[in-house]
């Protein structure tokens, strides 16, 4: 049986990152742009965009995970090819491959549906009071 997700009262609710769906082996989130999420230049800080391939990331693993496992980040890599300055941007993220230990994802980041950062993540899979993988 898959694990029950709980609302996001962190660090995404304070990045304003929406968890638009979850479903097995994958979600969507959104997030509105306002000045906060600006770098000097302009336009989105890229960490706005790694954070919301993170949140999705961990939300797709989540959905195949028993209810005693839990999953942490091991690494994520993630290509800039546009510039956002406004708008609403959606991160989209699948499980590629899940194994016993470790995972790996990837997401799509969209802004009006063009395709402004890609990601691919692994992450650790593991219980609690257990030693999680090493990368």
């Known amino acids: 049986m898959a694990k029950e997700a709980s609302p996001d009262e962190g660090f995404g609710k304070h990045l304003g990152i929406e968890m638009v769906e979850r479903r097995e082996r ?14 000097p230049h302009g336009v989105v800080h890229g ?5 919301m391939a993170d949140q999705g990331m ?3 693993v989540y959905s195949l ?40 994802l990837e997401s799509d980041v969209r802004a009006g549906g063009r395709l402004v950062a890609k990601a691919l993540g692994t992450y ?10 090493k990368p």
């Open 26 to 39: 994958g979600s969507l989130c959104r997030a509105t742009i306002g000045p906060q999420h600006l770098n």
């Open 47 to 51: 960490g706005m965009m790694y954070s």
């Open 58 to 60: 961990g939300a797709a």
């Open 65 to 104: 995970l028993d209810q005693a496992e839990l999953c942490a980040t091991i690494e994520i890599k993630i290509v800039y090819m546009a510039a956002v300055s406004e708008g609403v941007i959606e991160c989209e993220s699948r499980v590629l491959n899940k194994g016993k230990r470790v995972a790996v």
């Open 124 to 133: 650790a899979i593991f219980t609690p009071g257990s030693s999680a993988p």
